[in-house]
T-cell receptor, first 110, second 112 residues
Framework: RKEVEQDPGPFNVPEGATVAFNCTYS??????FFWYRQDCRKEPKLLMS???SGNEDGRFTAQLNRASQYISLLIRDSKLSDSATYLC???????????FGKGTTLSVSS | NAGVTQTPKFRVLKTGQSMTLLCAQD?????MYWYRQDPGMGLRLIHY???????AKGEVPDGYNVSRLKKQNFLLGLESAAPSQTSVYFC???????????FGPGTRLTVL
């Protein structure tokens, strides 16, 4: 089992749609969880951290289920500018490094 | 405040040549990282450093060496480049007690 697995994508959705990305991780000792966004040929940037209680930032909602080792990202009212690759990221057991999923590509069309 | 910068932005090497990629950060971060990103493979950690003078191996360290002689700089060396090292290389840094890693703009390396 890969350490961080994501939906393969790509996701092609119209503007205004709601889209959900899922991710599973293998190391139950991981303590920190994130979603990063990467635009084409650019560096990854932090979108949001993910907490067990769930957290929301505008149109974005992230959830963590430690028992199932499952992370999700929900994007509501998709915008053209949301088109990017979304990376699920988990810390290693020591908390010194991050492990990245391969990413899921989202394309929002008008 | 430039954040994380990488030099060079692009480079083409011939098989067997050597080169050094430079990463610099002006945020006084303790942790620094080198990743490579290949199509279909995602970001993979090559080496990292938890402080000046320290380095550690990541997931794919073979063929690379690193040095962290100054806190703000993290160098990635390729002693004898191979076509399999054609990739986009990203450097990142992180402060103590902070989760977020900040990435540089990347170096696109082609080995012929």
């Amino acid at each position: 089992r890969k350490e961080v697995e994501q939906d393969p994508g790509p996701f092609n959705v119209p503007e205004g749609a709601t889209v959900a990305f899922n991710c599973t991780y293998s190391n139950s000792a991981s303590q920190s969880f994130f979603w990063y966004r990467q635009d084409c040929r650019k560096e990854p940037k932090l979108l949001m951290s993910v907490y067990s209680s769930g957290n929301e930032d505008g149109r974005f909602t992230a959830q963590l289920n430690r028992a199932s080792q499952y992370i999700s990202l929900l994007i509501r009212d998709s915008k053209l500018s949301d088109s990017a690759t979304y990376l699920c990221v988990v810390s290693n057991q020591a908390g010194t490094a991050l492990i990245f999923g391969k990413g899921t590509t989202l394309s929002v069309s008008s | 405040n430039a954040g994380v910068t990488q030099t060079p932005k692009f480079r083409v090497l011939k098989t067997g040549q050597s080169m050094t990629l430079l990463c610099a950060q002006d945020m006084n971060h303790e942790y620094m990282y080198w990743y490579r990103q290949d199509p279909g493979m995602g970001l993979r950690l090559i080496h990292y450093s938890v402080g000046e003078g320290t380095t550690a191996k990541g997931e794919v360290p073979d063929g690379y060496n690193v040095s962290r002689l100054k806190k703000q700089n993290f160098l990635l060396g390729l002693e004898s480049a191979a076509p399999s090292q054609t990739s986009v290389y990203f450097c990142a840094s992180r402060g103590l007690g902070v989760d977020e890693q900040f990435f540089g703009p990347g170096t696109r390396l082609t080995v012929l």
